[in-house]
């Protein structure tokens, strides 16, 4: 079983960063690929950036060229670095960690964006 808790949520101004991360309490092999998705209000959750055990990294068009997807295989952790905030970037973010058999997600962190 894998917990993941995500931390590094709230609120910036257009044109701020966040760095978000999220660490699994499990041990992640390098079957798991993880990834960040975020959810907005009466919206579905959608894929923002994932990043695979060997640092294979592929992004939401909206988000290429702001945010960068690292992760640290020691710690088990991955962080999500936001840039160029934009209100439309409002939304709960939840870490993702899946392999073929199965599919964790974290309980997710606010991200408001907003003067």
């Known amino acids: 079983q894998v917990q993941l808790v995500e931390s590094g949520g709230g609120l910036v101004q257009p044109g701020g960063s966040l760095n978000l991360s999220c660490a699994a309490s499990?041990?992640?092999?390098?079957?798991?690929?993880m990834g960040w998705y975020r959810q907005a209000p009466g919206k579905q959750r959608k894929l923002v950036a994932r990043i695979t055990y060997g640092g294979r990294t592929n992004y939401a068009d909206s988000v290429k060229g702001r945010f960068t997807i690292s992760r640290d295989n020691g710690k088990n952790t991955v962080y999500l670095q936001m840039n160029s905030l934009k209100p439309e970037d409002t939304a709960v973010y939840y870490c993702?960690?899946?392999?073929?058999?199965?599919?964790?997600w974290g309980q997710g962190t606010q991200v408001t964006v907003s003067s």
């Open positions: 499990g041990s992640i092999s390098s079957s798991y690929a």
């Open positions: 993702n960690a899946a392999s073929n058999i199965f599919d964790y």
